[in-house]
């Protein structure tokens, strides 16, 4: 019989529970596997089908050899009986946070009842508040600890939803507020500038049919307000003035950002001289994408992925597609396979025909082994966050059309504030401005300035994460706290 390796009951065991999304659990497992290395022993809570999804794409392989680091599941409403990795079900975030919202709090209690080692703290996505997190720690008498996966400009956006609503400005009476001149509306937010109602995420408007969103965003900035510790991926020069607004309203703030840079910085991984981005992924990741890159010039190819979440009509790709195509510039385009209202996109022939020229079409690949190839020159992003701050972390400046959530609070940043990006309108999408944004990136005098700022942020998120930065001290005084907490 195979023999388990036995686990320090005397090391401190932390229990995270991202929100069943790509971006939310690839940051949370970075978080898990530096603090794994710093001596915490860690337990990561997925779904069953996220699970699944993950051991069969490979992002388990790490765990090789690697003691006092589990992953557990709790049901999540989907079933399968398939093997095979292309037959899995990807179920829509909605849906599964219906079933979470009703069904994850026993499941995760009795899970936890089960485990080998005593449990020192939850580190919480600040949003599967909603699966009553909060309530589970109290249950089990230990501290919970909120990760926001995103920037702080991100969550302030999230939080206006709480502000304004005391403000009595949302949610809107009727549809008819919702006009270019009032989304221009500025927003006073302490530690920002410029920010207008249409740069927060469209929820917040509570119209419909997005009503009740707005509900589920007060209520998630009302459990922010009694947390304790909070943890934000971000790094303190990048947003300087916010973060001191913050550490002013919250009583522990830490910021550990760029995850996959303080994970470069670990010993093993820096003599090798290779970042390890592999082991985060629900969907098989294509090397076919990085080996097309191989034979094309430094800073020739603009790399195109509107995330995990994001979808396009059938209009709106076909415009994507020429707009590239006419641009004349190389071009690695991921498009998922349910990426058109859910269904696998079918290109016009015509347009086929004309991306074998300049093009490559994957399903998904390795992004950041992408956005840290030579022959990257630019970004075409939804500006999630998990975007954003690899292509900083990689210098590569952005082209930005957001679709929801945090995406245009980043978006308004990027363009701005730290000036590496250009905005495409997500609501009125032409491959004219497709193709004139592409090029302005890619050859203009704009593009060479953003593309130079870019630059100057990734040396300031090197700083941050080197020994002694401080994103780096950030996460030893993380580790800190949780140590004293198991001595408690």
């Not at 990561?44 to 051991?55: D, K, M």
Request: charge should be negative; hydrophobic fraction near 40%.
């Amino acid at each position: 019989m195979e023999q388990v390796p036995k686990v320090d009951q005397k090391k401190p065991h932390v229990v995270f529970i991202p929100l069943p999304a790509q971006s939310h659990i690839k940051c949370m497992l970075k978080l898990a596997r530096l603090l794994h290395h710093k001596g915490i022993h860690v337990t990561f809570i997925n779904t069953e089908s996220n699970q699944n999804r993950l051991v069969a794409s490979g992002g388990t392989r790490w765990l090789d050899d690697l003691p006092g680091f589990q992953f557990k599941t709790v049901p999540d409403g989907v079933t399968s009986t398939s093997t095979s990795h292309d037959k899995l079900p990807i179920p829509t975030i909605e849906r599964v946070s219906q079933y979470l919202a009703v069904n994850f709090l026993d499941s995760f209690l009795d899970l936890v009842s089960r485990l080998d080692t005593p449990v020192t703290c939850l580190v919480s996505d600040g949003f599967m508040t909603f699966a009553k997190t909060p309530y589970a720690a109290q249950k089990l008498r230990v501290p919970i600890i909120l990760f926001w996966t995103f920037a702080a400009c991100g969550f302030t956006g999230f939080y206006q939803a709480k502000v304004l609503m005391q403000k009595g400005l949302v949610p809107l009476k009727d549809e008819s507020y919702v006009t270019n001149e009032y989304l221009d509306t500025l927003v006073d937010i302490p530690g920002m500038k410029g920010i207008r109602l249409r740069d927060l995420p469209e929820h917040i408007l509570g119209v419909k049919p997005k009503a009740n969103a707005l509900s589920f965003m007060v209520e998630t900035a009302m459990q922010a307000d009694k947390a304790t510790h909070m943890i934000f991926h971000t790094f303190d020069a990048l947003e300087a003035v916010l973060i001191k607004e913050l550490k002013s309203m919250f009583p522990k703030i830490y910021t550990v950002g760029p995850l996959q840079l303080l994970l470069n910085q670990i010993a093993e991984n820096k003599s090798k001289n290779i970042p390890n981005f592999s082991g985060y992924s629900l969907w098989k990741e294509e090397p076919e994408c990085v080996h097309w890159l191989e034979s094309k010039e430094a800073k020739s190819v603009v790399y195109v992925n509107f995330g995990s979440l994001a979808m396009l009509s059938l209009q709106d790709l076909v415009e994507f597609g020429w707009g590239l195509v006419n641009s004349n510039h190389y071009f690695l385009w991921i498009i998922r396979e349910d990426f058109i209202d859910g269904t696998p996109a079918v290109l016009p022939r015509e347009l086929e025909e004309a991306i074998k020229s300049r093009g490559f079409v994957g399903n998904w690949c390795s992004q950041e082994h992408v956005l840290n190839h030579p022959s990257v020159g630019g970004f075409l992003t939804h500006g999630g966050w998990g975007s954003v701050i690899e292509s900083l972390s990689a210098g590569v400046p952005m082209i930005c059309c957001p679709f929801s959530g945090d995406q245009r609070m980043n978006c308004a940043q990027m363009c701005r504030e730290w000036g590496v990006g250009m905005e495409i309108r997500r609501d009125d999408v032409k491959r004219d401005e497709v193709e004139k944004v592409v090029t302005e990136l890619m050859e203009g005098l704009e593009g060479a300035r953003i593309r130079k700022k870019a630059i100057e942020w990734k040396k300031m998120a090197e700083v941050a994460t080197r020994c002694n930065g401080l994103s780096a001290l950030s996460i030893d005084e993380l580790v800190d706290e949780i140590c004293m907490l198991s001595r408690n």
